[in-house]
């Protein structure tokens, strides 16, 4: 039987239940078919693309054009998931207006559930311009890749009192500005565990510990697909890396030894069309 979409009241059902909810994220239709036949919850279109599909060094030259080609085929290819569109830098921090429009871009082009920002305080006025546009937003705070500079690189947050302190004042401001939704990045989990029961908004994790309403993970890291280096908080559920490479070298071994294609590889010649292809070739001779 065919899953029911999943919404955004769903997701503060399970949290009032106290289900985990799986999030990943997908760049890809067939990835997103995979996902969706697997029995994905949610899916985010993430600016990691930036690294795991264009081999960027970081997020901040994708697109929104990009982001929206991409969170087309992932909807196409999971149609019941809760996917959640991510704005790339510089689609949001200009104005309110901009932010608003570049947002519903993603409903509006890809179909998307939820669009996604980084920023807590200095992003709440975005957040509540969106949310007031109609659209479902999820909050990000912690590291946040885009601005990873500012904290001097790709380094956790929140584990001193004085960090922790300001992921919480994020987190309160996210929620007052309206987001339906939050994403905690590399903070201890004592640190999500509070922040999780102090909210009344589903709280996510990726890298944020195990009491989190849910687990995200970027798909090309737990495939073991991305290759240039692994976060401590992942875990890899396979490496199909070694299963592509190993393929790769058989392919090309077999066609250098004349082994690939064999004739059931082959399209052949209809029945009784013998003769007259022969003819035919005559006419070049």
Not at 217 to 241: E, H, R, W
Request: charged letters at 20%; aromatic letters at 8%; glycine letters at 8%.
């Amino acid at each position: 039987m065919a899953r029911k979409k999943v919404s955004i009241h769903d997701l503060y059902s399970k949290k009032a239940e106290g289900e985990k909810v799986s999030w990943l994220t997908c760049y890809d239709y067939p990835t997103a078919q995979f996902q969706e036949a697997a029995g994905i919850e949610m899916i985010l279109v993430g600016d990691s693309m930036g690294m795991c599909v264009y081999g960027y060094s970081s997020t901040v030259p994708v697109t929104m054009d990009q982001c929206i080609v991409h969170c087309e085929a992932v909807r196409r290819g999971a149609p019941t998931a809760f996917v959640i569109g991510d704005m790339p830098f510089m689609s949001y921090q200009e104005s309110d207006q901009v932010a608003v429009a570049n947002a519903g871009r993603f409903l509006k082009a890809a179909s998307v559930d939820a669009i996604k920002l980084e920023g807590g305080l200095r992003t709440a006025s975005r957040i509540r311009a969106i949310v007031d546009a109609g659209i479902v937003v999820s909050g990000h705070i912690g590291l946040t890749p885009q601005s990873s500079g500012q904290l001097g690189g790709h380094k956790a947050q929140g584990r001193t009192a004085e960090s922790a302190e300001l992921v919480i004042r994020d987190a309160l401001a996210i929620q007052e500005a309206g987001a339906q939704l939050l994403l905690l990045e590399a903070v201890p989990p004592e640190l999500s565990s509070y922040i999780t029961k102090k909210l009344s908004i589903p709280v996510y994790g990726i890298g944020a510990g195990p009491d989190t309403d849910g687990q995200l993970l970027i798909v090309s890291d737990m495939v073991g697909q991305f290759q240039a280096f692994t976060p401590k908080f992942v875990k890899k559920y396979c490496n199909v890396a070694e299963v592509y490479i190993e393929a790769f070298k058989t392919y090309i071994r077999e066609v250098k030894e004349k082994r690939f294609p064999e004739d059931e590889h082959c399209y052949h010649i209809i029945k009784g069309q013998e003769e007259s292809f022969v003819e035919m070739l005559k006419k070049f001779q």
